[in-house]
C-alpha cells in the first residue's frame, strides 16, 4: 500500500471527480482522509493506493486535473 497526498479545495463533487479519474485508469482507493479546510482554503485529501506504481500513476492523474498532489509514501 502507498499514498498520495492531494491538496484540495473542497467544492462539491471534488471526490467524485477524481475516484471517477482513478477507477478510469483502474486504480482501487482502498482507504481516504479527508480533512477540509477553512470555508474559502485548501483541505488535504490522503489516498491509500496498491503499491507505488499505483500511487505515481494516481498523482499523475490527479496534477493534471489541477491539483496539487505529491504521493509513493509507504
Known sequence: ????VVVIHTPPGVISDLA???GHAYINIED???RPGPPDGE???VLV????EAA???VRLVS???YVAAGGVP
Open 64 to 66: 493534471g486535473r489541477g
Open 20 to 22: 471517477t479519474a482513478l
Open 49 to 52: 493506493v496498491e503499491g507505488p
Open 43 to 45: 483541505g488535504e485529501l
Open 32 to 34: 481516504l482522509d479527508l
Open 56 to 58: 505515481a500513476e494516481a
Open 1 to 4: 500500500r502507498a499514498r498520495g
